[in-house]
């Protein structure tokens, strides 16, 4: 019985050992969204995306709901996303004192306690921001990689003017 209860949990683990799992996660936090979202927000081929959410679908982290033509996936579990944040506080404690984790405190430090990513409007908070990027001496949050691309590409058409 032991050893079927901890494959179990190495289904889950492995299907969260993965970078662009994890920021899917942190896409599906505060709610349900489409391949097409997914995808634009992380700068990647559809094909890509649609193999890590199989994953993540088939180890029971994420759930899925037709809607229209589209599925909608959203988080199986809130817990994973609860035991995703408790790994990366396990990782801020492990790096106190080094630059990472010395720029992560700043931030949380600077920000109010929400903002909107400025490339999709996901909104976000310290803990749920996959990415932070200072630009003209302010902090700018992102949901993932692909919105942080497609602001560093273009900053003036999502910064507002003054």
Do not use: W
């Not at 790994?87 to 004192?97: F, Q």
């Amino acid at each position: 019985m032991y050893k079927e209860v901890f494959s179990l949990h190495a289904q889950i683990l492995k299907a969260l050992a993965h970078s662009r799992r994890l920021e899917i996660i942190q896409l599906l936090q505060d709610q349900a969204l489409p391949v097409t979202q997914i995808y634009e927000m992380l700068d990647l081929p559809q094909a890509n995306v649609s193999q890590h959410l199989m994953i993540l679908r088939q180890s029971g982290v994420v759930s899925t709901q037709r809607k229209g033509k589209e599925i909608y996936y959203q988080i199986a579990h809130k817990k994973i996303l609860k035991a995703s944040n408790l790994i990366r506080d396990v990782l801020i404690e492990k790096y106190k004192g080094s630059r990472l984790a010395d720029e992560f405190s700043q931030q949380m430090k600077d920000l109010v306690p929400l903002v909107h990513d400025p490339v999709c409007q996901m909104r976000l908070s310290p803990k749920t921001a996959g990415f932070a990027y200072k630009y003209h001496g302010k902090n700018y949050y992102f949901c993932a990689s692909g919105c942080l691309k497609h602001f560093q590409k273009n900053p003036e058409q999502y910064v507002p003017r003054e």
